[in-house]
């Protein structure tokens, strides 16, 4: 691999500079992007190899972050294990038959991955051969916990309360899902690493809504499962929103990579990480507004902060769709530019 910086820092070696790459780089803030939006619904861009393909490349020819992430969605699994969704334009996610009984959760399946999401095997093959091994491709799914939380709320929320209430009293019904959820998870992600993503992520985008007890039982026991049944096979990166206070335990889970939101400094991250593992982030989305000479003084201020090594400088969380597009440059050239203070 021609830039294999990405990789070096997730296993913790000495590099010049971090690698860099962007939550949702592939996507709504891009003009080329927007051009395919016009002309295919949300769903058809993630089920069509060709369209993820270019989609996921458009950023990496713009700017030359050190990573692609596949262009697609974290729905994609729930519509492979027999639960409808549909993307609504201007709502988001929409789930017309919310998961909320155990008899709907008996009618949940764990797919066959192959076939049913064969076309994001496809369009894996189809971006390496764009990419060319020029950087990294990374895959990525949602944490089960996340999946269930539009399973069984039926759209995005800001509290998740039928997702919790669902956990809450129906604790046997709830593992069962989450179980069958972290099933599929791991064929798909072992099945992404065979077709040629180089490190895979596991967003936790609902994490923080947990108290730190709850969070263990509905969220984090699943994601170690994925951990322990991928890290041999690929660099794992476990990112949860607003969960600073699960990182202690993350450090220790065989991630090679604990993704961090801009709600937690640099130093609070490797205090409560240990000082020994790769830390990437946490720069807030919303900053990438400010003009662009503040934003490359604030991302160098950043990586001093974290340090140069066993660092993957990338957002907080994924990029606003408002985001200039000479903003998005700055962030990414003010890290290929860094200098160590000497």
């Not at 764009?130 to 944490?143: M, Q, R, T, V």
């Not at 791991?186 to 993503?197: F, H, N, P, R, S």
């Not at 794992?236 to 969960?243: A, L, N, P, S, T």
């Not at 202690?248 to 604990?258: C, E, F, I, Q, Y």
Request: include cysteine; charged fraction near 20%.
């Amino acid at each position: 691999m021609k830039n294999d910086l990405l990789l070096r820092a997730l296993k913790g070696e000495t590099v010049d500079r971090p690698p860099v790459w962007m939550m949702r780089q592939a996507g709504r803030y891009l003009p080329e992007f927007m051009e395919i939006k016009k002309k295919y619904d949300f769903f058809t861009r993630c089920q069509t190899p060709e369209l993820v393909a270019e989609i996921t490349v458009q950023p990496i020819r713009r700017y030359g972050m050190d990573a692609a992430i596949l262009f697609s969605d974290i729905l994609v699994i729930p519509q492979a294990m027999n639960i409808e969704v549909q993307m609504k334009p201007d709502f988001g996610p929409y789930l017309p038959n919310p998961v909320q009984t155990q008899d709907a959760v008996d009618q949940v399946i764990v797919p066959d991955v192959n076939e049913a999401l064969d076309y994001v095997m496809q369009a894996i093959k189809m971006t390496k051969e764009k990419l060319n091994d020029d950087i990294p491709l990374i895959g990525f799914a949602g944490s089960p916990w996340t999946i269930l939380c539009y399973c069984v709320q039926g759209q995005g929320s800001k509290t998740f309360d039928k997702a919790k209430e669902f956990c809450f009293t129906q604790p046997i019904a709830a593992h069962q899902l989450l179980q069958k959820i972290t099933d599929t998870t791991i064929a798909y992600l072992k099945a992404k690493v065979k077709a040629g993503v180089n490190a895979v992520q596991v967003f936790d985008s609902w994490g923080g809504m947990l108290s730190p007890t709850d969070y263990q039982e509905f969220s984090w026991k699943y994601i170690q499962q994925i951990i322990d049944a991928l890290k041999d096979e690929a660099p794992v990166i476990v990112f949860g929103k607003g969960c600073w206070f699960a990182l202690g335990d993350m450090a220790k889970s065989g991630a090679a990579a604990l993704g961090v939101d801009w709600t937690c400094s640099a130093q609070n991250a490797r205090y409560l990480t240990g000082g020994n593992i790769t830390l990437q982030g946490n720069f807030d989305p919303a900053r990438l507004l400010s003009p662009p000479a503040d934003i490359k003084k604030m991302v160098t201020q950043m990586i001093n902060e974290f340090g140069k090594d066993k660092y993957v400088a990338n957002l907080g969380h994924g990029i606003l769709p408002n985001i200039p597009l000479e903003n998005a440059k700055a962030f990414v050239d003010a890290v290929k530019e860094y200098k160590s203070p000497s």
